[in-house]
């Protein structure tokens, strides 16, 4: 197939994009935070467009083209890369010791949560899940002392919304969909007050509540995680 016939920004950023993908969210909100122009192509996850797989031989998303035809992959990656070209916003923190601490809240998240994020969604007996949701809560409560010891809110950061959570903040609205596929509650836990109050805040921000797909958009993705 002719590169022509491939949608792209000959100008400027190009991100190819799944709207229920809590990757490609991450991506999104960096773009909207960074104040940079972008064309937003979306690319559906059950029917891939058949050109997909010259812009990304893994047929992931999300991905980013640049004017010049150069690909950048992964999201968190993807998100760092336009943190780091944005004049507009700073979403990684000067100090290195905060840089350090930013890094090491994603890597927690990502190690404790995300796995077993898809470990509950793809669950099917009423044991399995009444496990992994378990050692869900334990990790969010080691999560919520990570946010209690850097600042007290309402971000991770305090007042300064950064990667720490525009990298992880796109899975809590997963963990509560899938507390409700699996009959149970996401609200109310002790020991998890400092997450509620980040994940409102940040759920709160224009770049995320204008971009986040409908709760049926989510819970549909996240059903289907199971097939």
Known sequence: MSSSTIPFNAKGLT???????????RAVITLHEAKIPYQL??????????WYNQINPFLKV??????????VLDSAII?????????????MPSEPLK???????VEFFSSNLITKYFGAARATGDEEKKKIWGEIIENLKGLNQLLVEQSKGPYFLGNEFSLADILTITFIERLETVA????TQFEGIPQLERIYLWKNACKE???????????????????????
């Open 62 to 71: 999300p991905t980013l083209r640049l004017a010049d035809g150069t690909i």
């Open 205 to 227: 921000r224009s770049s995320y509540k204008d971009t986040v797909a409908s709760q049926e958009e989510i819970y549909t993705a996240v059903k289907n995680l199971k097939h």
């Open 79 to 91: 998100s760092k890369y336009i943190s780091e070209i944005s004049t507009e916003s700073q979403l």
């Open 99 to 105: 840089r350090a601490n930013v890094r090491y809240f």
């Open 15 to 25: 991100l190819y994009s799944n709207k229920a993908c809590p990757f490609s969210h």
């Open 41 to 50: 192509v979306e690319i559906d996850l059950n029917n891939k467009p058949s």
């Open 180 to 183: 409700k596929i699996i009959g």
